[in-house]
């Protein structure tokens, strides 16, 4: 294992730098830095847009295997009071891609040192919050060509304690999908209601309506929630609304369960529609593939924790949280693993700080798996 790298100041550095979708380009020269001044030998790096591929040749090269991280903040200004908290105003590492970033240098590091006898590919991957960047990554012609026999990832867990990892077979993390409805009616002065059609009264019917899709149209035994998360209607108080606009998420279990939902909105929005005499526009937005974690992958990494590191393992239930990286785990077998970094603060929220105590665990512990995954052929 690879010493004397100070893993700790390299996520404090890339917290405080975070750079929205597609927008990562202080990250993308941060990273690509660190990576040049690795041993050059056996690697070879490709960028593309904001995200970068890193090719690690190995002793024998039988397989390529991957490893992702996403490296994009979150719109949130940050609330933390730490020392080393975002420079970029109204930006925010609140979902961890610090700490995947920082510990898939300290992997690269350690098997750029210590050569496996397979090769690997890791891929820092723009925009995991929004619009999507694992979608078209995995379809780029550098990924064509560098295609992974398997894959992996992780994603921080506030809600774990370090020295735990939590994961399980199959699904992991639900369907998800953004959701925007834009209303258009008439508005007006407030004495003369009858002259209009409100907006705000339409928007406030919808709401109620879209709560009735999970309770009435899927299956009580799947799951499904939609959440209306931000409304916005209006101008001043004694003036009817003209528009209104409902910004929120859907997510399911299933990937039929999430075309049923949309199905159901489009109709219910053509009933506010009718009923209010207005115009109404949808849009979904970014939609992710649920997270399916291959059976056989996922059981042998499970098993390597269990028999070969002190790392306790909890075979968690699926979440209805939403990864991009499902697009990936959808052409190529592999899975994705909770890391507990223990926060009394959740992913998104403007307190969150893990433990940086997880760093290390994390880099030991996935270069462990490597060494014994990539050593057996």
Same mark, same amino acid.
């Given at each position: 294992?690879?010493?004397?790298?100070?893993?700790?100041?390299?996520?404090?550095?890339?917290?405080?730098?975070?750079?929205?979708?597609?927008?990562?380009?202080?990250?993308?020269?941060?990273?690509?830095?660190?990576?040049?001044?690795?041993?050059?030998?056996?690697?070879?790096?490709?960028?593309?847009?904001?995200?970068?591929?890193?090719?690690?040749?190995?002793?024998?090269?039988?397989?390529?295997?991957?490893?992702?991280?996403?490296?994009?903040?979150?719109?949130?200004?940050?609330?933390?009071?730490?020392?080393?908290?975002?420079?970029?105003?109204?930006?925010?590492?609140?979902?961890?891609?610090?700490?995947?970033?920082?510990?898939?240098?300290?992997?690269?590091?350690?098997?750029?040192?210590?050569?496996?006898?397979?090769?690997?590919?890791?891929?820092?991957?723009?925009?995991?919050?929004?619009?999507?960047?694992?979608?078209?990554?995995?379809?780029?012609?550098?990924?064509?060509?560098?295609?992974?026999?398997?894959?992996?990832?992780?994603?921080?867990?506030?809600?774990?304690?370090?020295?735990?990892?939590?994961?399980?077979?199959?699904?992991?993390?639900?369907?998800?999908?953004?959701?925007?409805?834009?209303?258009?009616?008439?508005?007006?002065?407030?004495?003369?209601?009858?002259?209009?059609?409100?907006?705000?009264?339409?928007?406030? @019917?919808?709401?109620?309506?879209?709560? &009735?899709?999970?309770?009435?149209?899927? $299956?009580? =035994?799947?799951? #499904?929630?939609?959440? %209306?998360?931000?409304?916005?209607?209006?101008?001043?108080?004694?003036?009817?609304?003209?528009?209104?606009?409902?910004?929120?998420?859907?997510?399911?279990?299933?990937?039929?369960?999430?075309?049923?939902?949309?199905?159901?909105?489009?109709?219910?929005?053509?009933?506010?529609?009718?009923?209010?005499?207005?115009?109404?526009?949808?849009?979904?937005?970014?939609?992710?593939?649920?997270?399916?974690?291959?059976?056989?992958?996922?059981?042998?990494?499970?098993?390597?924790?269990?028999?070969?590191?002190?790392?306790?393992?909890?075979?968690?239930?699926?979440?209805?949280?939403?990864?991009?990286?499902?697009?990936?785990?959808?052409?190529?077998?592999?899975?994705?693993?909770?890391?507990?970094?223990? @926060?009394?603060?959740?992913?998104?929220? &403007?307190?969150?700080?893990?433990?940086? $105590?997880? =760093?290390?665990? #994390?880099?030991?512990? %996935?270069?462990?798996?490597?060494?014994?995954?990539?050593?057996?052929?």
């Amino acid at each position: 294992m690879v010493a004397n790298t100070d893993y700790v100041q390299i996520r404090r550095e890339l917290h405080q730098i975070p750079e929205l979708g597609f927008q990562e380009f202080k990250t993308q020269t941060y990273l690509l830095n660190y990576i040049h001044a690795l041993p050059s030998e056996r690697i070879e790096i490709k960028t593309w847009k904001t995200g970068i591929f890193v090719k690690v040749k190995g002793r024998k090269s039988a397989r390529l295997i991957g490893y992702r991280a996403d490296i994009d903040g979150l719109p949130i200004t940050e609330e933390t009071g730490l020392p080393f908290s975002s420079s970029h105003e109204q930006a925010m590492h609140a979902c961890g891609h610090d700490f995947h970033m920082t510990i898939a240098l300290g992997v690269l590091t350690n098997i750029v040192e210590i050569p496996i006898d397979d090769d690997m590919l890791f891929i820092f991957q723009p925009a995991e919050e929004g619009p999507g960047g694992a979608e078209p990554m995995l379809k780029s012609d550098i990924m064509q060509e560098w295609m992974p026999d398997m894959i992996m990832a992780l994603h921080v867990a506030p809600e774990y304690p370090v020295g735990t990892i939590a994961v399980k077979p199959g699904l992991l993390f639900a369907n998800t999908s953004e959701l925007f409805i834009d209303l258009k009616g008439k508005g007006g002065h407030a004495a003369y209601p009858h002259q209009t059609n409100d907006m705000v009264v339409a928007a406030c @019917s919808l709401v109620t309506q879209l709560q &009735s899709i999970v309770a009435r149209n899927i $299956d009580p =035994l799947d799951s #499904a929630v939609v959440t %209306i998360g931000k409304i916005t209607g209006g101008t001043v108080q004694n003036v009817i609304a003209e528009s209104a606009r409902l910004e929120g998420t859907m997510r399911t279990l299933s990937a039929e369960s999430m075309t049923k939902v949309k199905d159901r909105v489009k109709a219910l929005v053509k009933g506010i529609e009718a009923g209010y005499e207005c115009e109404c526009t949808i849009d979904f937005g970014s939609g992710y593939y649920q997270v399916y974690n291959e059976e056989a992958a996922t059981k042998e990494f499970m098993d390597f924790i269990r028999q070969n590191t002190t790392i306790e393992l909890i075979e968690c239930k699926e979440a209805m949280t939403g990864e991009d990286f499902g697009y990936m785990l959808k052409e190529i077998p592999g899975f994705m693993f909770w890391l507990g970094v223990h @926060s009394p603060y959740g992913l998104h929220h &403007s307190k969150l700080n893990p433990d940086e $105590d997880a =760093l290390q665990t #994390a880099i030991t512990m %996935i270069t462990s798996y490597l060494q014994f995954k990539g050593n057996n052929n």
